[in-house]
């Protein structure tokens, strides 16, 4: 069993070719001049199928790109192609009336960004993946949510519900340092893909508890709620594998049901196989403890109240000093560098995980 798995099949991006016969569109007649003349840019994409590829095109004064980055995206449909600096440039797409996606590329970094969110409920959770050209996967990242927040791997709590929020360069900035952080943990952890196997278990004086998949190896998985970055998260971030005879069930042909839960206050855990329908409490398989673990409800601000704050007019009065350079993405080699530039934005990083509701975000006008 893997949890959401009908869903993502059905609703969430996943990384397949693409039917190579459909003949590629572009978004614009004319690629898109950046403000200050230095590229221009066009969207290029194919939908053919139910994942299809989405590609920024780079160019300077020919008709060939000189730059570009491609990444596989659920039924693209862009719009609103924008330059949100003269560094980054970004689109926009909707898939139904249930689904958002946004696509950003940093020109400098040949690197792209898509983040994709689904809300299957009006009243429900959103679910949300994101994706870059990573060199050791550009499948999807899955993520838990809750309401409209991305809990674990990538911490970006309360996004926005606007469309606009999203084509904005401090948004771009905070969700690709997100991204970034997870990619660099991915790398020094050696794993490639990463699948949740159980809910996931909260205690605000412990932390959050699920059992995770990393390249078919199930293990359980700690990390606390009080961090206000992806960076920061991960770095608290403990795992423990399970036992050899429940790997070997999990990966049967009728695996458990598996629940985690927290025992007390004291970091003790236990993981039942609920399976049974009749069984009243289920059957425990494992019982573990986290040493030294602590946590605290986090109550500061989240994304969309970030950006809300970046555009009053206190805070427009300095943004015309800030550099794309100093954009705090990058590479694992710049990671000092973007822990220093994006703690302005970063540090207070996301609003206390509420489980609130809304709908997708709108589009921007």
Same mark, same amino acid.
């Given at each position: 069993?893997?949890?959401?798995?009908?869903?993502?099949?059905?609703?969430?991006?996943?990384?397949?070719?693409?039917?190579?016969?459909?003949?590629?569109?572009?978004?614009?007649?004319?690629?898109?001049?950046?403000?200050?003349?230095?590229?221009?840019?066009?969207?290029? /994409?194919?939908?053919?199928?139910?994942?299809?590829?989405?590609?920024?095109?780079?160019?300077?004064?020919?008709?060939?790109?000189?730059?570009?980055?491609?990444?596989?995206?659920?039924?693209?449909?862009?719009?609103?192609?924008?330059?949100?600096?003269?560094? /980054?440039?970004?689109?926009?797409?909707?898939?139904?009336?249930?689904?958002?996606?946004?696509?950003?590329?940093?020109?400098?970094?040949?690197?792209?960004?898509?983040?994709?969110?689904?809300?299957?409920?009006?009243?429900?959770? /959103?679910?949300?993946?994101?994706?870059?050209?990573?060199?050791?996967?550009?499948?999807?990242?899955?993520?838990?949510?809750?309401?409209?927040?991305?809990?674990?791997?990538?911490?970006?709590?309360?996004?926005?519900?606007?469309?606009?929020?999203?084509?904005?360069?401090?948004?771009?900035?905070?969700?690709?340092?997100?991204?970034?952080?997870?990619?660099? /943990?991915?790398?020094?952890?050696?794993?490639?893909?990463?699948?949740?196997?159980?809910?996931?278990?909260?205690?605000?004086?412990?932390?959050?508890?699920?059992?995770?998949?990393?390249?078919?190896?199930?293990?359980?998985?700690?990390?606390?709620?009080?961090?206000?970055?992806?960076?920061?998260?991960?770095?608290?971030?403990?795992?423990?594998?399970?036992?050899?005879?429940?790997?070997?069930?999990?990966?049967?042909?009728?695996?458990?049901?598996?629940?985690?839960?927290?025992?007390?206050?004291?970091?003790?855990?236990?993981?039942?196989?609920?399976?049974?329908?009749?069984?009243?409490?289920?059957?425990?398989?494992?019982?573990?403890?986290?040493?030294?673990?602590?946590?605290?409800?986090?109550?500061?601000?989240?994304?969309?109240?970030?950006?809300?704050?970046?555009?009053?007019?206190?805070?427009?009065?300095?943004?015309?000093?800030?550099?794309?350079?100093?954009?705090?993405?990058?590479?694992?080699?710049?990671?000092?560098?973007?822990?220093?530039?994006?703690?302005?934005?970063?540090?207070?990083?996301?609003?206390?995980?509420?489980?609130?509701?809304?709908?997708?975000?709108?589009?921007?006008?």
């Amino acid at each position: 069993m893997r949890l959401f798995i009908g869903i993502l099949l059905a609703g969430l991006s996943l990384c397949g070719p693409a039917n190579l016969s459909a003949a590629p569109q572009l978004l614009e007649n004319l690629p898109l001049e950046s403000p200050e003349g230095t590229y221009t840019a066009n969207v290029e /994409w194919d939908d053919a199928g139910f994942i299809g590829r989405i590609r920024m095109l780079i160019y300077d004064k020919g008709e060939t790109p000189i730059k570009s980055v491609e990444l596989p995206q659920m039924k693209p449909a862009p719009a609103n192609l924008t330059w949100i600096s003269d560094n /980054w440039v970004a689109c926009e797409s909707f898939v139904a009336e249930q689904g958002a996606a946004f696509f950003y590329m940093d020109v400098a970094r040949e690197r792209g960004y898509l983040i994709e969110i689904l809300a299957p409920e009006k009243d429900g959770d /959103w679910f949300i993946t994101f994706t870059t050209n990573d060199d050791v996967s550009s499948n999807s990242i899955h993520t838990i949510a809750r309401g409209h927040s991305s809990i674990f791997p990538i911490l970006l709590r309360e996004l926005p519900t606007e469309g606009l929020s999203y084509l904005s360069s401090d948004f771009a900035y905070l969700m690709a340092d997100a991204v970034d952080s997870y990619v660099q /943990w991915r790398k020094k952890q050696g794993f490639t893909n990463l699948e949740f196997l159980t809910p996931m278990a909260e205690n605000a004086k412990v932390g959050r508890l699920a059992v995770m998949s990393f390249d078919n190896v199930a293990e359980i998985v700690y990390f606390p709620q009080k961090t206000t970055t992806t960076r920061e998260m991960l770095a608290l971030t403990q795992r423990q594998k399970l036992p050899a005879g429940l790997q070997t069930a999990i990966r049967g042909v009728d695996p458990p049901k598996l629940k985690i839960e927290w025992i007390g206050d004291s970091g003790e855990f236990s993981i039942t196989n609920i399976s049974d329908a009749a069984a009243s409490t289920g059957t425990e398989l494992v019982r573990g403890r986290f040493e030294g673990v602590s946590d605290a409800v986090y109550t500061g601000p989240g994304v969309a109240a970030l950006l809300q704050e970046s555009r009053s007019p206190e805070k427009k009065s300095d943004s015309g000093k800030k550099s794309d350079k100093d954009s705090g993405n990058g590479d694992e080699d710049d990671s000092d560098k973007k822990e220093s530039t994006s703690k302005k934005s970063s540090s207070k990083s996301s609003s206390k995980s509420s489980s609130s509701k809304s709908k997708k975000p709108s589009r921007s006008k």
